[in-house]
């Protein structure tokens, strides 16, 4: 058996996760400045954002090209498809189906242990990575 992999040993991938993004929004009593002007021209801190500016808000967890990472150990697991018996109790005599999953450990984020990046979420381009959070985060505002 041959496994060919997405990427291989110290490729350099950007990484796609899903983060929460905030959105802010300026107070209107003060404009955004935090403070008002006193007609003698003295500056005291706004008293609707108390010197905050404004708020900010969430948004919906949006897929972001979050960093590069380096390859550094490749973990897959494959399952082949079989056709078992309909009625069968024990799992290994019954139908089963075909899987395939391949996750990278990269040297920024751990080796061995720490964190797991699927496949999909990972990419040899900028380019290819902003392309996969714009149609993924098109089918969420869809969902
Ligand atoms: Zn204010």
Known sequence: MK???????????????????????DCKFCEGTGELTAK???AITCPKCYGRKGHRENTQRQWVVERTLT??????????????FDDEI?????????EYE????????????G??????????????AEAFCKEAN???DNA
């Open 90 to 98: 024990y799992d290994n005599f019954g139908n089963q189906t075909a």
């Open 3 to 25: 496994i060919e992999t997405k990427f291989d040993f110290d490729d350099k991938v950007w990484a796609c996760s899903r983060k929460m993004v905030y959105i802010f929004f």
């Open 102 to 113: 391949e996750g990278y450990m990269c040297f920024e984020t751990g080796i061995g242990s």
């Open 40 to 42: 003698n021209g003295e």
């Open 71 to 84: 390859i550094g150990e490749i973990r897959t697991r494959s399952r082949a498809e079989r056709t078992g």
């Open 138 to 140: 098109k089918e969420a």
């Open 115 to 128: 964190q797991i990046h699927h496949a999909d979420t990972l990419f040899l381009s900028h380019e290819a």
